[in-house]
């Protein structure tokens, strides 16, 4: 009985796989489990999945199910007509069937769709430490782990294939060969330090749809990430005219209406890597969202912190250009013709709206660096 | 002659492709003309210098640009205070929403800069592209109003 159970289930969570996987796109454009996402596991509404259920018709309505019937007879007819007036009803709406997946097997999903490799750390990854999952059932084990419900379904087996099993008296003992412990696996994986630090631009320019565009991406950025890397380290920069470190929350909900500094950000973010991530201990990933619409006087001091002093040290540096209403600005045309050493190191995304935001995890992630 | 009138004096004398001056008191006027007939103009580059606001804070600028985006309501286009410089000083104001055609966004953009430098713009932008100064179209009298209202709210 148990494993039909586990069968079904097996076969549920496959098909929500499938469904995840379907409409991946939808789901990263309209970032609908932002705001779901508890510590390991977010909710995702799958409307798409029916669950078949009876629907009741009218009683004593007539039609063919009420009688002989003849040709012409309509199966349901429907109800008489009503005066269309009435008032907003009271009760719940029908929900949309929410499913539990985990990060990590988000994280899969989203690598095995956007055929994301995996990724190389630097430092030190050849030290590697295990990470025990409880995945199996044995015979044998410590009484501590003993699995009641396994055990006590054995008990009950034999009982009933024994004939010992007595509907009168249900007592079900399990003896030593019934019980059942659980078992655990140990899966090696570098301890490989990382930190991924989001510099966000705040300025009068930047509207509230464009910075939930840098939201939806974040969230993606993080869960492949954090798939990789054991323990994550994130921090965010916000920056106008001048830049300063702040909590993810922060981080999504301020809107300042200063000048546009790229330079200021870049400063903290040095410091920020100096002070906390020696870059020989520490990979480091720089995901940076703006506008574009940089100060023009400002331009050169960014490329010249840019170059010398961020793409030395960073695995990665991604710039994600967001098209504000007036157009997508400059810097990315600047980054383009200013930089050449370290240039592998250097990802540019230009997002124009929330469909291109798919594309452009793609191409930040897609290096495998 | 107020700065309005001698405008309007060179105006009249002006062409296409000229750099139109004017002068009155602390007020100097420039403004490259990209084409002219009787009834319209067009210009690329609209500028005000004055020495009235060689010590104004942000905040006298930003209020400077505040009235100027009360005034300036026959644009077509409202023009509002998006991005204040603190440190530079600085405030750059652009049309609210821009003008979003099939190939291009367009707009104004008003740049008021500590030191009494103000420089309105129209510049259009193609997806892909570098946003460039385009002549921004207006008849003589909106042109003058325009004149009119930037020597108002500096004096």
């Not at chain 1, 087996?157 to 079900?172: A, E, H, K």
């Not at chain 1, 993810?248 to 870049?266: K, L, M, V």
């Not at chain 2, 193609?126 to 100064?133: C, E, L, S």
Request: with cysteine; hydrophobic share 35%.
């Amino acid at each position: 009985m148990f494993m039909k159970v586990e069968r079904d289930q097996s076969r549920f969570r496959q098909i929500v796989r499938g469904k995840i996987r379907q409409n991946l796109r939808k789901y990263v454009t309209h970032g609908e489990m932002i705001g779901r996402q508890g510590r390991d596991l977010v909710s995702i509404p799958i409307p798409q999945l029916d669950v078949p259920h009876f629907r009741f018709g009218k009683n004593g309505s007539g039609g063919v199910g009420q009688g002989e019937g003849e040709v012409g007879t309509p199966i349901a007819p429907g109800g008489e007509e009503g005066d269309g007036r009435g008032q907003a009803g009271s009760d719940p709406g029908a929900h949309i069937l929410e499913v539990d997946i985990s990060l990590e097997e988000l994280a899969q999903i989203l690598g095995d769709e956007l055929e994301l490799p995996r990724i190389e750390p630097k430092g030190r990854n050849n030290v590697t430490q295990e990470k025990t999952r409880y995945t199996s059932v044995r015979r044998l084990g410590p009484e501590s782990l003993r699995h009641f419900k396994r055990t006590y379904i054995q008990a009950l087996r034999r009982q009933i294939s024994s004939s010992t099993y007595d509907l009168g008296q249900p007592r079900v003992v399990p003896i030593r060969e019934d019980k059942r412990y659980r078992s655990w696996t140990k899966i090696p994986q570098p301890d490989a330090s990382a930190v991924a630090i989001y510099m966000m631009d705040v300025s009068g320019s930047m509207t509230d749809e464009q910075k939930q565009i840098v939201r939806t991406e974040a969230f993606w950025i993080d869960t492949w990430l954090k798939s990789q890397y054991n323990g994550l380290e994130t921090r965010y920069i916000i920056h106008d005219a001048a830049a300063k470190e702040v909590d993810e929350d922060t981080f999504y909900r301020t809107r300042e209406s200063g000048g546009t500094r790229i330079s200021s950000a870049y400063k903290v973010c040095t410091d920020l890597i100096a002070r906390e991530f020696p870059p020989s201990d520490w990979n480091i990933y720089c995901f940076q969202f703006s506008d574009g619409d940089n100060w023009g006087e400002d331009n050169e001091a960014s490329l010249h912190l840019l170059r010398e002093q961020l793409l030395p040290v960073a695995n990665l540096f991604c710039y994600g250009q967001v098209e504000s209403p007036y157009g997508s600005g400059e810097y990315m045309r600047s980054l383009r013709m200013g930089v050449s050493e370290h240039g592998d190191k250097l990802v540019l995304s230009e997002i124009r709206d929330k469909d291109a935001i798919y594309d452009s995890i793609k191409a930040f992630l897609g290096k495998g660096k | 002659m107020t700065l309005v009138e001698e405008v309007r004096a060179a105006l009249a004398a002006g062409a296409a492709g000229q750099r139109i001056e004017a002068r009155e008191a602390s007020q100097e006027f420039t403004c490259d003309l990209a084409a002219i007939d009787s009834l319209a103009c067009a210009f690329t580059s609209f500028a005000l210098a004055t020495d009235r606001l060689a010590g104004a804070t942000p905040d006298e600028l930003k209020r400077l640009g505040e009235k100027l985006s009360a005034r300036l309501t026959y644009l077509l286009e409202p023009i509002s205070p998006v991005e204040i410089d603190h440190g530079e000083c600085v405030v750059q104001m652009r049309s609210s929403p821009p003008q979003r055609d099939e190939d291009r966004t367009s707009y104004y953009e008003l740049v008021i800069r500590r030191g009494g430098a103000l420089r309105l713009c129209r510049y259009a932008k193609a997806p892909g592209d570098v946003r460039q100064i385009i002549p921004a179209h207006v008849t003589r009298e909106v042109f003058l109003r325009l004149v009119g209202d930037f020597s108002a709210v500096v004096a």
